[in-house]
């Protein structure tokens, strides 16, 4: 396959997008796959179960489209976001007990405004709009929306007029609720009455006798504090689900596919000590044992113990069978003289996919690939706008493994978020260590050495992040972190040691909270724990006479330093 010579760059958005998983696969595959143009696996055919329950949340395009199917999983029932345009054969096998319509950005009145499809109308089902998703309501069952005179951003108090209804059961009669509207309901559909307003807003929520409602504010964002419990309400009280999803159900569902898929096949999978591609492999593993084979890389670009561990818990705990690859010599001599980060990444990503290969063909005849792509990835590459770059996003985890290969791909976790993936992991009894790991980037330690990726570099560097690692554990901050790790900068500076000047390098600290990785903030740690991982890294580490704390938040700074 010819290289192009000069090579697209990631696009911003779709390395921070990337960057979220933190599985070793996303980066690199992605990075090649636009590198080399790579032919993209064949996914595998989707079959859910048809008794399963679930709600189908009909998207918009709101920014809180995704949470809001976090919300309805909360209640223990199944969801999914499908764009606007999804014909009913599609939404069919996943057996909808309810509709909820997102938030939009556009206005219905608009010409070419996306309205909802004519089965959520025909099937009877429940229906919950909410904000656009109410106007979309109130336009197509002959209402009629305007441009609201006070537009309402932020918090507004919900005043209930019909305390009877479903929706709001167990609810107070006031709730403070988060509204970001501009446009209102001007005139209800016929059959419509107003359940409750706000200052500003008269028919702040609307229902009709057939279970379809409308809410002006945002029940799934945590500024609406019962809207939670609203969203139950709508989920089990009027739409009638039983509340029956449980990552235990899921596990099984997912082996019974995975055996019908596989049959007598054989199935590989990149491990990269991660929890993504660690609780697939173990799901599969499950489903048909010894036709997984896993593949482990070592880079020479992971943390200390990190290979071991791996192969103990993998290999001796889960019973898998690894294949595992030294491959630090081949990475470091690709690294020589290689400084910029966005080169870094190139260079470990292209010879990640050549060791690869390499292994795979060693096999024999494989049918299938197993890899652990999340639903975020998955609805963000299907409502991502542009066509080119949304291609390769689908499966961007293997975009850019050589055609020839022709293999399947299995993707189990691809409906569930990163909690829901813990909690598979812990139901299949991985150990807690290997689940509640930290992300590790797939280039490794490379981009958290500054400058030229040197062995001994990477020596000093794996020393001071154990003892980071060690000294957050003890002080029980490992699971309330994001990450936590120590960068290798390539300034030096002088010191006093025993008596002596020293001219040594500078270790960085990043300890950061966040929820998903898009934004962090720098964790604000006590003083006499810096303190005990200053000390010791200056003490036990050659090299080193310095130790900083990194305190910016991202944005304006990335999480990791390249
Ligand atoms: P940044 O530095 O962009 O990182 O704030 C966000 C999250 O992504 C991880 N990360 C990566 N993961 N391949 C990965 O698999 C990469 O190239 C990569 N770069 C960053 C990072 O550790 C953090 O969790």
Not at 87 to 100: D, H, Q, R, T, V
Not at 207 to 216: H, M, T
Not at 291 to 318: M, P, S
Not at 511 to 537: F, G, H, Q
Request: net charge neutral; proline share 6%.
């Amino acid at each position: 396959m010819a290289k192009t010579k000069n090579s697209p760059k990631l696009t911003v958005d779709e390395s921070r997008r990337i960057a979220t998983t933190g599985d070793i696969e996303v980066a690199t595959y992605l990075q090649i796959a636009k590198e080399m143009g790579g032919e993209q696996p064949s996914p595998a055919r989707e079959t859910i179960p048809s008794e399963r329950e679930s709600i189908v949340v009909i998207d918009f395009g709101s920014q809180y489209s995704l949470l809001i199917a976090r919300r309805v999983r909360e209640c223990n029932v199944y969801c999914e976001l499908v764009s606007c345009d999804t014909p009913w054969e599609k939404i069919a096998p996943l057996n909808p007990k309810g509709f909820i319509l997102s938030g939009g950005p556009a206005s219905v009145y608009q010409p070419n405004a996306p309205l909802a499809p004519a089965y959520i109308y025909e099937s009877h089902l429940p229906v919950l709009g909410i904000c656009y998703g109410m106007q979309v309501i109130t336009q197509q069952l002959g209402g009629q929306v305007t441009s609201g005179i006070k537009q309402e951003y932020g918090h507004a108090v919900l005043h209930l007029s019909d305390s009877k209804s479903p929706l709001f059961a167990g609810l107070d009669n006031s709730v403070p609720v988060w509204m970001s509207h501009g446009d209102r309901i001007e005139v209800m559909p016929p059959g419509f009455k107003a359940v409750a307003h706000t200052e500003n807003t008269p028919v702040a929520v609307m229902g009709n006798d057939q279970g379809i409602y409308g809410l002006q504010f945002h029940p799934e964002v945590a500024h609406t504090p019962q809207g939670k419990m609203l969203l139950k309400n709508f989920v089990c009280q009027i739409c009638g689900c039983g509340g029956i999803w449980t990552m235990g159900s899921f596990i099984n569902e997912s082996i019974a596919r995975i055996r019908e898929q596989v049959g007598t096949g054989k199935v590989i999978t990149a491990l990269s000590g991660g929890v993504d591609s660690a609780v697939v492999a173990t799901l599969i593993h499950r489903a048909v044992s010894d036709q997984l084979t896993c593949i482990f890389v070592d880079n020479g670009l992971l943390r200390r113990e990190e290979v071991e561990r791996t192969f103990k818990v993998f290999q001796a705990n889960l019973g898998l069978n690894i294949i595992g690859i030294d491959a630090s010599e081949r990475f470091l001599k690709k690294l020589q003289s290689v400084i910029d980060p966005e080169e870094k990444r190139k260079v470990i990503g292209e010879e990640f996919i050549h060791v690869f290969e390499e292994e795979a063909n060693k096999i024999g005849k494989v049918d299938f690939l197993a890899q652990g792509t999340l639903y975020p990835d998955v609805i963000e590459s299907a409502t991502s706008g542009s066509t080119a770059s949304a291609k390769i996003k689908t499966h961007h985890n293997v975009g850019g493994l050589p055609a020839k290969m022709k293999l399947t791909l299995i993707e189990p976790l691809r409906h569930l978020f990163k909690d829901e993936v813990r909690k598979v992991g812990l139901e299949l009894g991985m150990p807690q260590e290997m689940v509640w790991r930290q992300p590790f980037p797939g280039p490794g330690l490379a981009i958290r050495v500054i400058g030229e990726v040197t062995k001994e570099k990477l020596e000093i560097l794996r020393s001071a992040d154990f003892i980071v690692m060690n000294e957050i554990k003890k002080a029980n901050f490992y699971r309330q972190l994001w990450q936590s790790f120590a960068v290798l900068t390539d300034v030096k500076s002088v010191g006093v040691q025993g008596d002596y000047r020293t001219y040594s390098y500078l270790i960085a600290i990043r300890a950061v909270t966040s929820e998903d990785a898009m934004t962090a903030d720098w964790a604000r740690l006590p003083y006499d724990l810096l303190a005990r991982i200053s000390t010791r890294i200056a003490n036990e580490v050659p090299s080193i006479n310095r130790v900083v704390y990194d305190i910016t938040s991202k944005p304006p700074s990335t999480i990791e330093w390249e």
